[in-house]
């Protein structure tokens, strides 16, 4: 599953830092580049309910991926060609569908293949992963960039989403679920649920699950904003300048692209395993202190002649705010969430990325081509952060994160660093 996650990554990585300055070069405007990158969102919104619906209908996690890799591949084809905004549109469109396919079963597959560890650690290796590939995807991205040959980014992730398919044929994502799903069909297997869980089953079945999620949520959509400005608004932002700053060269945001990916490739693993040991609410906690530090960094960097190296600073507390938070919301879902919910769940949690997709670029671009810089932008980012703070007091796990079901709350252990923080 690991492999899988950072075939993708590396494949994405040079696509999704390098496509708004490609088109950048393609004399698009930050409003232009913007609305195809919201139209894909938009797009993926359908896309990742309906595979997480398909999920807890009980199908596999490996045909959703197969699916966004055949997808991933065509918008491949498109993307290098495309010269004009219908081109670039009709690519944008292909990689939401498939972003949308990939996300809720990639995350929901990361529990079901936790056996012998907690699913907290398995998060935080997946997300390694990502950042491994992501960084190096983008450091080729930034490499090719400076030979002129920024395109080829795009042949970059089609080679790679090819090899995915070749992985995905020979091993499948693992998937144990179906005994518990439909357990009518598994009467032998029924030790797996014991009967308090199934007697506790039937009031999660109506909308209520959804409600302990919301804060998670709501904080989520605000973080994931973060993420998608920095693969968006930041390199349009480098490319223009600030206030006082000079404009960056192409290849010099690509580098710093490449700086800030470095960190979080560096930093994802011990951090997230470091978050892993103690509460969600703390994990959560930390990624908004990192995200907030961040963004008043780059803020600062528009008032000043060298902000180059405020920018190249901020990456440090932003890498560090992902490492921290992504993974940790991950687990959330999963402990927030009973069994035969968890793929719609994933699919909640992948659309906050959708959303923001949506919202911060579109934000971003008008401010952008408004005033001609970002200090407005990250200041309204770093105190939006500071708002949704407070929504971490009700973050709590209400069930174990491996396939039992049982909830975690009839068991909480004052000892025990994740729930010890609830009493």
Known sequence: MAFIRLLASFGAGGVIYLTPIVFHQASFTAVQVSQGLAASALIGTVARLLSGVLLDRGLTCSWPVRAAALLALMADLVLFQATGFNGYLVGQLLIGVAAGLYFPAIELAVPLSCSGFNSSRGYALARSADALGVAAGALLGAVL???????????????????????????????????????????????????????????????????????????????????????????????????????????????????????????????????????????????????????????????????????????????????????????AMVEETPLQHRGLAMALFSQCFAISAIAAPLLAGALLDQQGHGLVLWLLMAGTCLLVVPLLKAVRPRYKPNLSGSPIEEALDATNQRTAALH
């Open 145 to 331: 960039t400076a030979m002129d040959m920024i395109r080829m980014v795009y042949a970059v992730e089609a080679a790679a989403v090819l090899s995915m398919l070749v992985v995905l044929l020979l091993t499948p994502l693992p998937d144990g679920r179906a005994a518990l799903l439909h357990p009518s069909t598994a009467a032998s297997n029924n030790h797996e649920l014991n009967p308090e869980a199934e007697a506790k089953s039937a009031p999660e079945a109506d909308w209520r699950w959804l409600l302990p999620l919301i804060p998670v949520l709501i904080v989520s959509v605000i973080a994931t904003g973060i993420v998608s400005l920095m693969q968006s608004a930041l390199p349009l932002d480098m490319v223009r300048g600030g206030l006082a700053r000079a404009p960056l060269s192409e290849a010099s945001s690509g580098g710093f692209i490449a700086w800030q990916l470095l960190l979080l490739m560096v930093l994802q693993w011990p951090i997230g395993n470091w978050v892993a040991k103690r509460s969600l609410r703390f994990g959560l906690g930390m990624g908004l202190l990192g995200f907030i530090t961040g963004c008043l960094l780059l803020a600062g960097s528009a008032l000043w002649a060298g902000g180059s190296s405020l920018i190249a600073l901020a990456m440090v507390p932003i890498a560090f705010g992902e490492a921290a938070f992504l993974p940790t919301a991950a687990e």
